[in-house]
Structure formats: structure tokens, C-alpha cells
């Protein structure tokens, strides 16, 4: 008999990139995330569960004006998942008024997730107005445990009445940042308000990342990402570029969080979290992205050894 049971090594060959899955990526829009809600500790624990799911987390709305809600966050997460360790990266408040200005926070765990590179996109002037009510904080992730190994995270939070335009300027920063950084694995996330009126269909030809075959939409039009039982919108999305970063996606990885349904919240409790569900998807692990030589030639010996072996002795005890 093998050291290693013959079985599982076949069962390991045959399932190939589907053996080892688990880096998650987050985005959630937390609804005016900021003193008042960092100090609710029924809050905090369910966004603490929510956040530690994942390898990188986007947080979206966080009006942290004062900046100690995002370092309570991260000491109760430190504190609620000793085994791992967790850090973050900001952007600066962003919005056209003073009195209203939003940050883009990338939660990430430093075991699997190392930042590269960050960039804030300039304010820049489309026509009579900004581009974007909040400029993308882009940032060049390195995951070596996948299979994609690095990859770029453009978030936005559009305004939903300028979303078609804001959703169409992505491309422009996309542009940008692939010339920069000279990488094609990029990933668009956040809360669009691509549905329920905001985004209509017919103007989503004017739309190039929805016009332009190389993006890939993983959330559909069906799909609902907000908390209410009364609305039934896919706000929310994920958007991804690059082939080699298609096929590291987990397949039917894709969709929102119901945390009310798996923490058993009310939906007014969930309410109080957020209006939104989290999106969210996985990427295979690399460790089976390539079968090393001595794998599959150990897979063809335990094979033989299966059939000259291990099947006749069991089909003795019948």
C-alpha cells in the first residue's frame, strides 16, 4: 500500500483547478460607515463576520471624517479572527462638496494579499463637471496562492443619476492604468446603480464596458444585491478583463452576501448594517493551476496500481 492513498491522488488529477478555491474578493457598500455606526457594537460584529470572509474586502461609504471608524473596524477584526492578520489601504475623501465626501477602503488579509501599487485617479473635467462624483482609488493587488497571481481593483461608487456616464469614463481610467502598470487583469466592483432606472438598457450601448466584448459582467441584471424585501435591483457589480483573469474565477462564484439570511437578521437588524448586500467572488487557488511532472506520473501509477490491485481485492469480498 502507498504512503498516499491512490484514491485521493486520482480524485485530486481528475478535479484539476477545481480542487482548491477560497480567495475571496468583497465589495460592500457600508451606507455612511462612520462614527456612529463604529460604535454600535451589534453592528460592528455582524460587519466584522461580513469583512473577515473575505481576502480583500472594498468598503464603500465610509464618511470616517474623523478617521477612528476604520481603526475600530480594524482592531475588532484583528481581535475577532486572531488567526489571521488584517490591514488596509485608503483612499482620500473624495466628492465635489465639502459636506458630503465618501473613501474607498481596501480591507485585505496580509497572509494571502500584498499591495503593490496604489493610484487616485485625478480629478478630472469631462465637459461642464467632473468626471466622476468620486474618483477610482485604484490598486495593484499581488495574490501568489492564486491562480492569477496579480491583478488590478478599479472600485466605483457612481452617483445614480450620472451613472450611465460614470460607468462609461471607467473605461478611460481602465485605459490608463493598463498603460501604467502594463497589466490586462484588471477587476471593476462596487455599487454602479446599474439597474432600476438609474442604467437603462437602451443607453448601455453608450457604455464601454458594456459595449466592449473583453469585459465580462459577472452579476446580472437579475440578480438583487439590496437588503429590502420591497426592492429588487442589481446595484451592485463586478466586472472583469483579462482572459487569464476570466478563467480564474471560480465559476457560479459570483453574487451578493445574503447576510440576513445567514446571521438570521431581521431585515430591519440588516438594515442597520446596510442597505446593501455585499458582492462578491472567488479566484482558484494556484497550487493546481499547473500539475507538476511527478503528480501526473504518480496519477498513472496509482491508476495501474487501482486496477491490478485494489479493485480485484475488493471485488474478493463480495
Known amino acids: 500500500m502507498y504512503p498516499i492513498s491512490?484514491?485521493?491522488?486520482?480524485?485530486?488529477?481528475?478535479?484539476?483547478?477545481?480542487?482548491?478555491?477560497?480567495?475571496?474578493?468583497?465589495?460592500?457598500?457600508?451606507?455612511?460607515?462612520?462614527?456612529?455606526?463604529?460604535?454600535?457594537?451589534?453592528?460592528?460584529?455582524?460587519?466584522v463576520r461580513i469583512v473577515s470572509r473575505c481576502d480583500i474586502c472594498l468598503l464603500?461609504?465610509?464618511?470616517?471624517?474623523?478617521?477612528?471608524?476604520i481603526p475600530l473596524l480594524m482592531t475588532a477584526l484583528n481581535r475577532y479572527d486572531s488567526g489571521h492578520s488584517y490591514d488596509y489601504v485608503a483612499s482620500e475623501r473624495l466628492g465635489r462638496t465639502p459636506t458630503y465626501q465618501e473613501q474607498y477602503v481596501f480591507v485585505y488579509k496580509t497572509e494571502t494579499v500584498k499591495v503593490l501599487e496604489t493610484y487616485q485617479y485625478p480629478d478630472t473635467q469631462k465637459g461642464d463637471e467632473d468626471a466622476f462624483s468620486r474618483e477610482p482609488f485604484v490598486v495593484l493587488f499581488e495574490a501568489p496562492k492564486t491562480e492569477v497571481g496579480k491583478f488590478v481593483l478599479i472600485p466605483q461608487h457612481t452617483t445614480p443619476s450620472n451613472a450611465t456616464k460614470e460607468l462609461d469614463e471607467l473605461y478611460d481610467v481602465f485605459t490608463e492604468v493598463t498603460k501604467m502598470w502594463r497589466i490586462q487583469n484588471v477587476m471593476f466592483l462596487g455599487d454602479f446603480n446599474a439597474a432600476?432606472?438609474?442604467?437603462?438598457?437602451?443607453?448601455?450601448?453608450?457604455?464601454?464596458?458594456?459595449?466592449?466584448?473583453?469585459?465580462?459582467?459577472l452579476i446580472d441584471d437579475k440578480t438583487d444585491t439590496t437588503v429590502k424585501e420591497s426592492t429588487d435591483c442589481a446595484y451592485d457589480r463586478i466586472v472583469v478583463h483579462g482572459e487569464s483573469f476570466a478563467r480564474a474565477v471560480v465559476p457560479r462564484s459570483a453574487g451578493p452576501f445574503n447576510f440576513a439570511q445567514k446571521f438570521r437578521l431581521s431585515e430591519a437588524d440588516a438594515l442597520d448594517v446596510s442597505d446593501h448586500y455585499p458582492v462578491e467572488v472567488d479566484l482558484k487557488s494556484g497550487a493546481v493551476n499547473l500539475q507538476p511532472s511527478w503528480l501526473s506520473l504518480l496519477t498513472v501509477t496509482c491508476i495501474l496500481h487501482l486496477v491490478l490491485y485494489e479493485i480485484p481485492s475488493l471485488s474478493a469480498w463480495k
Open 6 to 47: 491512490c484514491l485521493t491522488i486520482f480524485v485530486v488529477s481528475i478535479m484539476g483547478p477545481w480542487a482548491s478555491s477560497g480567495f475571496k474578493i468583497c465589495a460592500f457598500n457600508v451606507q455612511s460607515f462612520g462614527e456612529s455606526k463604529s460604535s454600535n457594537p451589534r453592528i460592528m460584529h455582524t460587519l
Open 60 to 69: 464603500q461609504e465610509v464618511r470616517d471624517h474623523k478617521k477612528k471608524a
Open 196 to 217: 432600476c432606472g438609474y442604467v437603462a438598457k437602451k443607453n448601455r450601448k453608450n457604455i464601454r464596458l458594456f459595449s466592449n466584448p473583453p469585459f465580462l459582467w
